[in-house]
């Protein structure tokens, strides 16, 4: 069974956001709302695997 997730951290290590993705859909909204102002770093992994990380800048 693949598992694709999500995962998005600030530069405070003990605040995370994981995200298990469907294989059905092809895309996510992340509720920026609900987040503290910050860059974060996003990391797409699949099977383990480390897909794409892109950096997020909520101000």
């Not at 995962?7 to 298990?20: C, D, R």
């Not at 996003?42 to 950096?55: E, H, S, T, Y």
């Amino acid at each position: 069974m693949s598992t694709t997730n999500l995962f998005a951290q600030n530069s405070n290590p003990v605040l995370h956001y994981y995200y298990i993705l469907e294989a059905e859909n092809n895309s996510i909204s992340i509720p920026t709302n609900q987040l503290p102002t910050g860059t974060y770093i996003v990391n797409l992994i699949a099977n383990g695997n480390m897909l794409d990380v892109k950096q997020l800048i909520i101000n």
